[in-house]
């Protein structure tokens, strides 16, 4: 009986180990790769004279880099993550988020927003979070949170 138990718990802690390798080889959003994307998305803008609120998230839409650009409104901040929210829940560009929405194909996210901008980074073929951008047209916004995307994945 003892022996028994003895056996499916280990058994089931070896499983429980299998688990946190497998997730530990997952790729992640980290801080070197937000500030690559950062720094080209804050180069984009500028080249265009976009003051805008950049936001590079991890895949649960939490920040890992925020960057208020000089001009930029203050409310660009909370549109910005809402972006990154929809995103990060969806797996889809935010613009892309809102013509599914008016089309009734998806459920609205609780405080996500429809506004172009924000867009997945992928690695390896795998979401691992988002780069959203704020305060210039919604395209605009995009072709920065694109140029920042591109600077980490695929």
């Known amino acids: 009986m003892i022996s028994r138990f003895l056996t499916r718990l280990l058994l089931l802690s070896s499983l429980g180990f299998t688990g946190v390798a497998l997730a530990q080889d997952a790729p992640v959003l980290n801080y070197e790769m937000a500030q690559r994307a950062m720094a080209a998305a804050l180069e984009e803008a500028r080249s265009n004279n976009w003051n805008l609120t950049i936001i590079v998230a991890d895949h ?6 925020i960057h208020r650009m000089d001009g930029a409104s203050v409310r660009t901040y909370e549109i910005a993550l809402a972006k990154a929210k929809v995103v990060t829940e969806t797996g889809l560009y935010s613009g892309e988020y809102g013509r599914r929405l008016e089309a009734g194909e998806i459920e609205e996210i609780e405080g996500g927003i429809h506004y172009a901008g924000g867009v997945p980074v992928m ?3 795998k979401q691992i979070g988002a780069v959203t951008s704020s305060g210039a047209r919604g395209s605009e916004d995009e072709q920065v949170s694109l140029v ?3 600077a980490i994945g695929d």
């Open 60 to 65: 649960e839409g939490v920040p890992v880099m």
């Open 123 to 125: 690695l390896n073929g």
């Open 148 to 150: 920042g995307a591109a």
